[in-house]
């Protein structure tokens, strides 16, 4: 039996052990109970849940309610909260290690304006103080591992990284993602993996990449230039949560593994509507289902007519079956 690739080997977070090192991406509006356990089924180790915030007037607001249900969920459950106040936040973090969450997240990452002008998410990088005071507060409020997930700097020209994940470290952070990106950047460019590498060489703890890890082979890439513990995979899943499967067999074995059959594509999206449906209920499931609809079928022929049909759906019953049926007459044509 050969020796497991090394990004396939258990990684100790605190006193936490996740399974392996593909991690999931915290995503607002995608990283739900049935989006986490999908790509769990799919090979990935970890899964941290979308953002919540510590605004404790939202903490029983219905989509919080949805966002923090870990009911059943695999261990160790990880809960992401954003915030600017170190008070609310560390009260957060209480919430949710009561909620039954055993690693907490926090946010300076995430690039959405409506984040940022509350001073939240990587807006946070503009005031180093304040990223010490809530990483201590945090840290200090909880005995559960705390992981920061962030940014390389609030601009281009004044990444900082480096000095926050030194403040991170020495506040007792268990874990760092970095994207590869500044808050500036949003999503556009390319990732830049450099400092990441510096910052790896400069820590102890475990760094873990992400940004535009969308493939097996640059997987493997990213993973040689930077020597991080682990990767983190956000926009790449959204549509083919196996990618975590295919980059696992081509770490383990340097070969591709095949796209799904429209038979396995099939199978993978109603299951996965059946699990939203449950989780949200009749109005919420159909309409949360549609960007994963959308996502799972671009690319197929006649996908485009397809999407409008399916966006008129408004029942679960009325959506399944449109899926079910357009899903159906491409296996029908792909096996002609």
């Known amino acids: 039996m050969s020796t497991p690739h090394p990004i396939l080997t258990p990684l100790k977070i605190g006193n936490q052990t996740i399974a392996n090192r593909l991690i999931v991406a915290p995503m607002a509006g995608v990283t739900d109970k049935p989006f986490r356990s999908l790509c769990r089924r799919f090979g990935a180790g970890h899964a941290v849940s979308e953002m919540m ?63 940022c002008k509350k001073l939240a998410g990587s807006a946070l990088l503009q005031d180093e103080d ?28 004044q990444e900082n990284i480096l000095r926050v994940s030194q403040l991170a470290q020495d506040a007792g952070i268990a874990a760092i993602a970095i994207h590869g990106r500044t808050r500036e950047d949003k999503y556009q460019g390319q990732a830049r993996y450099e400092l990441i590498s510096e910052v790896k060489n400069s820590l102890s ?9 969308d493939s097996a082979p640059k997987a493997a890439q990213v993973l040689a230039q930077t020597g991080a513990d682990a990767v983190m995979i956000g926009r790449a899943a959204q549509g083919q949560p196996w990618i975590f499967r295919d980059i696992a067999h081509f770490l383990q074995t340097g070969e591709h593994l095949p796209a799904p059959s429209v038979a396995e594509l099939r199978d993978i999206v109603l299951a996965h509507l059946d699990e939203l449906y449950a989780f949200y209920g009749e109005y919420s499931g159909c309409r949360i289902a ?12 006649n996908s485009n007519a397809f999407r409008q ?28």
């Open 309 to 336: 049909a399916m966006y008129a759906e408004d029942s679960t019953r009325g959506q399944f079956a449109v899926v079910d049926q357009f899903l159906q007459t491409a296996q029908r044509e792909a096996d002609a």
């Open 53 to 115: 915030t510590s605004d404790a007037t939202l903490f029983a607001h219905q989509k919080t309610l949805f966002r923090a249900n870990f009911d059943g969920e695999v261990a160790p459950i990880a809960a992401q909260i954003a915030g600017a106040e170190p008070a609310k936040l560390a009260e957060a973090a209480r919430y949710q290690v009561a909620n039954g969450a055993q690693i907490i997240d926090i946010n300076m990452g995430c690039p959405a304006k409506k984040v």
């Open 290 to 301: 549609r960007k994963h609809i959308a996502w799972y079928t671009t690319g197929l022929v």
């Open 205 to 213: 703890i475990p760094v873990i990449v992400n940004g535009d890890i």
């Open 130 to 157: 304040l990223v010490k005071r809530l990483l201590d507060a945090v840290v200090g409020a909880v005995d559960v591992p705390v992981t920061l997930k962030t940014r390389l700097g609030f601009a281009n020209g």
